[in-house]
C-alpha cells in the first residue's frame, strides 16, 4: 500500500474531529473512574487498595500493551481497529453493570475497557499522523484533550447517572454512549493513493520460484497426463481397435514415470524449502539479538535511565489524585453541599490546559523541555506533600487544578524522549518508557489504598506519592546537570549510536 503525501488538511480535519471524540468517549470513564470508585466501595465492600485495582487496570493496561496495539494497527488498519475496539469498551462496560463481585471488574472493567482504550488510543495517533505533517504537532494537540475534556465532562455526567438510574443503570448509558466510537471509526479512511502501482509482494510471495517447483511439475504432470489419454483414446476410436493390452502397459509406464519424478522433485522442495526456513529463523533471530542490543545501548545513556526511573515514580505517585481525590474529600469529612464541581472534573480541565500552555511553552527557542519536564515533576511533589493538609473544599479545588495542569507535562514527553535519544530510537526508546508509564498507573492506585488501608488515613499513602514523584525529579535533574555530564564524558564515552542530551542546546 503507498500513501499519498499528508494533505495537512481536507479530510484530515475530519480525522483530527473523530480522534477527538473517541478519545473523548472511550477515555471518559475510564479517568473519571473515582466517581464509580466510590460507588465500588460501598457495594462489595471490598479495602480500598483491592478495589483501586479496578480503575488502574483500566488506565494501565492500555500502556502495558503498548507493543500489541501497535502490531494490531499496522497489520489491519486504524479504521478495523477502530470500530472492534469501540465494541470492546461498549462491551466492557455493559458487562461491568452485572458484575457480582471485585473480580469481574477486574476483567471487565479493568482488561477489556482498559485494552480497548490502548487500540484506540494507537489507531487515532497513527491515523493522525498520516494526514498530517507540517501541522503535526497542532494536530495531535487537539486529539489529546479529547481524554481530558471526557474526564472534565464524564465526571458529572456519572454522577448524576448513578443519583437518577443507580450505579448498574449508569454503566448501561455510559456504554451505549461509547457505541458512537463505532461511527467515529467507520469515518478513519485509510490515506491510500488511487492511482498507487501493484500492492508489494508479501513475505511469502516473494519466495522465489524454485521453492515451488513440485506444484508446477505436478501440474504439468498432471497436464501431460491428460494430453496422452486423450490422444490414446482418440487412437482408438480412429481404428475402432480396442487393445487392452497396450492399455495396461501404456498406464503403467507413465504412472512409473510419474513416481520417479514426484519422488524427486518432493526431494528438492523439502531440502529448498527446510533452507529457506533456516534462512528466515536466522534472520529473525538476528532482529531479535539486534533489538535487544539497542535496548542496552539506550540504558547506558545516564538521561535516559533517569528518565526511565522518573517516568515510573511520576506514574506511581502522581495518577493517584485522578482516582482518589473524591473519596479524600469523603474522608476529610466536607460536605457535599460545598462541592461547586467534581475534583474530578477540575483535574481534567486543568489537564487539558496544561497539555497546551506546556506544549506551547515547549516550542519557544529559550525553553529547555528537560528542563520544563523537571520542573512540572518537583511542582508536583511538593502539591501531593501539601494534599494532607488540605482540610475544605477549596484548599482541595485548588490542589485538584494544580495537579492537573501539571499532569499535562504528557504533551512535552515525546520532546524530552526526542532530545535524549535522538529521532532515530524514538519508537524503540517511547515504547519502553510508556511501557512502565503503565505499569506505574497500575501500581500507584492500589498501593495508596493499601497504606490507607494500613494507616486509616491518607496522609502517609500521599507522603510516599510526594517522595516518589521528588525522588524521580531530582535524579533527571542529577543526569541532566552539565557539570555530571561532563564528568561521565570524561569517564567513559558512549556507545555511537547513543545520544546525549544536551542542556545547554535549545529544545
Known amino acids: 500500500m503507498v500513501f499519498r503525501k499528508p494533505p495537512d488538511g481536507g479530510w484530515g480535519w475530519v ?27 460501598d457495594a462489595f465492600g471490598e479495602g480500598k487498595g483491592k478495589t483501586a485495582w479496578v480503575g488502574s487496570l483500566a488506565n494501565g ?11 494490531c494497527v499496522s497489520s489491519f488498519g486504524a479504521r478495523p481497529v477502530a470500530i472492534f475496539s469501540g465494541f470492546m469498551v461498549a462491551g466492557g462496560l455493559m458487562m461491568s453493570s452485572f458484575a457480582p463481585n471485585i473480580y469481574f471488574l477486574y476483567i471487565s472493567y479493568g482488561i477489556v475497557v482498559g485494552l480497548g482504550c490502548g487500540l484506540l488510543y494507537t489507531a487515532t495517533v497513527t491515523i493522525t499522523c498520516h494526514y498530517f505533517d507540517k501541522r503535526r504537532g497542532l494536530a495531535l494537540g487537539l486529539i489529546s484533550t479529547g481524554s481530558s475534556v471526557g474526564l472534565f465532562i464524564y465526571a458529572a455526567l456519572q454522577r448524576e447517572l448513578i443519583d437518577l438510574y443507580g450505579l448498574d443503570g449508569c454503566l448501561l448509558i455510559v456504554g451505549a454512549l461509547s457505541l458512537n466510537i463505532l461511527a467515529c471509526g467507520s469515518l478513519m479512511r485509510p490515506l491510500e493513493s488511487s492511482d498507487s502501482p501493484p500492492p508489494e509482494k508479501t513475505c511469502v510471495d516473494k519466495v522465489p520460484e524454485q521453492y515451488f517447483v513440485y506444484h508446477e511439475k505436478e501440474k504439468t504432470i498432471e497436464e501431460n497426463i491428460s494430453i496422452l489419454e486423450k490422444g490414446y483414446i482418440d487412437e482408438k476410436c480412429a481404428n475402432n481397435m480396442p487393445d487392452y493390452k497396450q492399455d495396461s502397459i501404456l498406464n503403467k509406464n507413465v504412472l512409473s514415470s510419474i513416481n520417479v519424478n514426484e519422488k524427486d522433485t518432493y526431494k528438492k522442495k523439502v531440502v529448498e524449502q527446510t533452507n529457506f526456513c533456516k534462512q528466515l529463523a536466522k534472520r529473525k533471530w538476528q532482529l531479535y539479538l539486534n533489538y535487544w542490543e539497542e535496548t542496552v545501548v539506550l540504558f547506558k545513556n545516564k538521561v535516559f535511565s533517569a528518565l526511565f526511573v522518573a517516568i515510573l515514580l511520576f506514574d506511581i505517585g502522581g495518577f493517584p489524585p485522578s482516582l482518589l481525590m473524591e473519596d479524600v474529600a469523603r474522608s476529610a469529612n466536607i460536605n457535599e453541599d460545598d462541592y461547586h464541581m467534581p475534583l474530578i472534573s477540575i483535574i481534567g ?13 515547549a516550542d519557544f527557542k529559550w525553553v529547555n523541555t528537560l528542563y520544563l519536564y523537571v520542573t512540572t515533576l518537583l511542582m508536583t511533589g511538593v502539591a501531593l506533600f501539601a494534599i494532607p493538609f488540605a482540610k475544605s473544599y ?33 519508537t524503540h526508546a517511547y515504547g519502553i518508557l510508556m511501557f512502565f508509564a503503565g505499569l506505574g498507573n497500575s501500581l500507584g492506585p492500589p498501593i495508596v489504598g493499601w497504606f490507607y488501608d494500613w494507616t486509616q488515613e491518607y496522609d502517609t499513602a500521599f507522603y510516599f506519592s510526594g517522595f516518589c514523584v521528588l525522588l524521580g525529579g531530582f535524579l533527571l535533574l542529577l543526569a541532566a546537570l552539565p557539570c555530571w555530564n561532563a564528568c561521565t564524558n570524561q569517564s567513559s564515552k558512549l556507545p555511537p549510536n547513543t545520544y546525549s542530551y544536551k542542556v545547554a542546546s535549545s529544545a
Do not use: H
Open 15 to 41: 480525522i483530527v474531529v473523530v480522534s477527538f471524540f473517541t478519545q473523548f468517549l472511550c477515555y471518559g470513564s475510564p479517568l473519571a473512574v473515582g466517581v464509580l470508585y466510590l460507588e465500588w466501595l
Open 61 to 71: 493496561i492500555g500502556l502495558l500493551a503498548s507493543p500489541v496495539c501497535s502490531i
Open 349 to 361: 480541565i486543568m489537564t487539558a490546559v496544561g497539555k497546551l500552555t506546556l506544549g506551547i511553552l
Open 394 to 426: 477549596l484548599t482541595l479545588a485548588m490542589l485538584s487544578g494544580i495537579l492537573g495542569f501539571l499532569t499535562g507535562n504528557w504533551s512535552i514527553f515525546p520532546y524530552v524522549t526526542t532530545k535524549t535519544v535522538g529521532i532515530e530510537k524514538l
